[in-house]
């Protein structure tokens, strides 16, 4: 399968081993991965902020680059996924753009979370992952309540070998992230960030995994002030890592070498 590869914005600028581990892992699995150098934002900030008419280019560049891009489109990232799936054709609409809305509910058909592209489309929980640690799983809440993964994440993390899956307490409760909430809202963010935090420290967990990179920055940046070496790696490194290594790296979030980050084009 012809699979296209969404970078999305905090994955090419800030963690780009989340969008080359998904790459790595189709690869594995035999499939033609493209990734379409013109792609930029979806358009999720903008919508999400109330900004629509700014979203409305976005929604249009976003469908002119992927659809023809190939078979279906993934992206390690829950969020942006659900903002193509729910937000996009209803942008369009609102801009008076009929023709437009529904491209993108066609393109939306074929667009998804690197979870449900894994268990749902290609029918694979076992991607051949070795990751021996102790970790435990946040579902994020677009990934939760808006595409409804369910336990296809959890299915794919109990395949991988050598991983000890540990409970996380009140794991369907927000972190507290939510984009410009955590700005916003700051006191309010920090408190649900840090009863996230108590579960996850009492999990008895090395690593925190999610499959969104903007939760995970927001818990990493609280363990790390914490220093409890406690580790926040994305979904989609630990299911590819093998016995030989792990391609993209396991990495305490620090806010320094995060601004060292590249852009991604595998």
Known sequence: MRIAVIATCLGDAMFPQAVKATVEILDRLGHEVVFPEAQTCCGQMHVNTGYLDMALPLVRHHVEVF??????????????????????????????????????????????????????????????????????????????RMLRVGDKPLRLLRAVRGLQLTELADAEVCCGFGGTFAVKNAEVSTAMLADKMANVLTSGAEVCTAGDSSCLMHIGGGLSRLRSGIRTVHLAEILASTEQGTPARDVVFDTAEVGESKGVHP
């Open 67 to 144: 659809t023809d891009a190939a078979d279906v489109s993934v992206a390690p990232s829950g969020s942006c996924v659900g903002c193509v799936r729910h937000q996009h054709a209803m942008v369009a609409r609102r801009g008076g753009d009929e023709g437009l809305a529904r491209a993108a509910e066609e393109l939306a058909g074929r667009t998804h979370e690197l979870s449900e592209l894994l268990v749902d489309v290609l029918g694979v929980t076992d991607v051949g992952a070795y990751y021996p640690h102790r970790v435990t799983y946040h579902p994020t809440c677009h990934s939760l």
